[in-house]
């Protein structure tokens, strides 16, 4: 009986981030395509089908969902460079590799168009540029130049 609870509970739990990651992966392109202004929760749901409710109890304002977005994006970056540095090779074979892996996340257009979009609504929205620090202060600079 225990068991049998136990796999009801992982397998909810197993859907649970499955509509979770499909959530993220919905708002990651409405962001990606219509900025965060221009993304509406509702829109999210239609895609997705369902209740806004549904949509609420994984992430209470937009804000936080975009957030998640965001740190999805930079987990991911993470593990991939950390595996970099645990491969027991000598130092300069380390880093070198450390060193392609980043440069060639850092260029995708995925990761450009991420971080444009941070920085483009960080003075609309400050909230948003603590999401990445640098950005508050790159979108400041680049207000004063247009």
């Known amino acids: 009986m225990e068991a049998e609870v136990r796999n009801f509970l992982s397998r909810r739990e197993t859907r649970r981030e499955s509509r979770r990651d499909k959530i993220l992966d919905v ?41 998640a977005v965001v740190d999805r994006a930079s987990s991911i970056f993470r593990d991939t460079l950390k595996t970099s540095l645990d491969t027991g090779e000598d130092i300069e074979t380390v880093l070198l590799d450390f060193c392609r892996k980043y440069i060639k996340k850092i260029t995708l257009e995925k990761s450009l168009e991420l971080y444009r979009l941070i920085i483009g609504e960080s003075i609309r929205f400050p909230e948003i540029g603590t999401i990445c620090p640098s950005s508050k202060h790159l979108a400041q600079r680049a207000w004063r130049y247009n």
């Open 27 to 67: 708002a990651e392109a409405q962001f990606m395509k219509f900025g965060y202004a221009g993304t509406a929760m509702s829109n999210i749901v239609n895609e997705l089908g369902g209740s806004k409710g549904t949509l609420w109890s994984y992430f209470p304002s937009k804000y936080s969902l975009f957030t």
